[in-house]
């Protein structure tokens, strides 16, 4: 019984640090440019950012990206504006914004590349 739950500990463990997140320093660099261009579009079957977030400070159904970059920067203690962005990302409901539910599509990570994750992160930080 003991080694049993020994072993269950370790598949624990095991399987904790399998799925953790990577950061934003294991991302490419990012290009601004089509960061935009994907801002606008689907890809693989995930809806454009722009179906529910603009970047002129109106609100649809997420917030606006108007000034991210000042905002991202102070939103979590410890936290860049580069890894705040690249955790809403990949992990939408770690940090949701206040007065917004969680609705955020949340395969972005399965269904970006990490080059598209960049590029797009590079291009919220540019507004």
């Not at 970059?69 to 939103?75: I, K």
């Not at 990302?89 to 940090?95: F, G, R, S, V």
């Amino acid at each position: 019984m003991r080694l049993w739950v020994i072993l269950a500990g370790l598949l624990l463990l095991v399987v904790g640090c399998a799925t953790s997140q990577a950061s934003a320093d294991d991302l490419p660099v990012g290009d601004a440019s089509r960061g935009a261009a994907l801002f606008k579009q689907s890809v693989n079957g995930a809806p454009e950012c722009s179906s529910c977030h603009t970047t002129d400070g109106s609100t649809l159904i997420g917030p606006s990206f108007k000034g991210l970059s000042s905002t991202a920067a102070t939103r979590i203690s410890g936290l860049s504006a580069r890894d705040y962005v690249y955790q809403s990302i990949t992990n939408p409901p770690a940090y949701v914004v206040s007065g917004f539910s969680n609705l955020m599509y949340n395969q972005y990570a399965q269904r970006l590349t990490p080059q598209q994750i960049a590029d797009l992160i590079a291009y919220l930080l540019s507004l």
